[in-house]
């Protein structure tokens, strides 16, 4: 089992940035993968980001690429979002998950095997 909490979400204005941070506990060696998605109201989870723990290969959604940026500290377990030049858009309940495959499509939300609770990003025009 793999648990994982998020922190760092709030109201920002338009324009603004946030970090949102993931911390990992339990067995976190079987974790080849970590990503974020959002659910915004009425909505389905979309992809937004995910880091390969090992070679750091990253991905991200062309609607975040150039003002998001994933990165992950191996050795506090610990991924991280940082949310730049946000938009009312981006306004969403943001969830990270973790992968144990090391072959999966990491833009596939059914490609993970564990989820955090949510943290709610809202950001104002």
């Known amino acids: 089992q793999v648990q994982l909490v998020e922190s760092g979400g709030g109201l920002v204005q338009a324009g603004g940035s946030l970090r949102l941070s993931c911390a990992a506990s339990?067995?976190?060696?079987?974790?080849?993968?970590t990503g974020w998605f959002r659910q915004a109201p009425g909505k389905e989870r979309e992809f937004v980001t995910a880091?390969?723990?090992?070679?750091?290969?990253?991905y991200y959604a062309d609607s975040v690429k150039g003002r998001f940026t994933i990165s992950r500290d191996n050795a506090k377990n610990t991924m991280y979002l940082q949310m730049n030049n946000l938009k009312p858009e981006d306004t969403a309940v943001y969830y990270c998950?973790?992968?144990?495959?090391?072959?999966?499509?990491?833009?596939?939300?059914?490609?993970?095997?564990?989820w955090g609770q949510g943290t709610q990003v809202t950001v104002s025009s």
């Open positions: 880091i390969a723990w090992f070679g750091g290969v990253t």
């Open positions: 339990g067995r976190t060696f079987s974790v080849y993968a």
């Open positions: 998950a973790a992968d144990i495959s090391p072959s999966h499509n990491r833009r596939v939300a059914g490609a993970y095997d564990y």
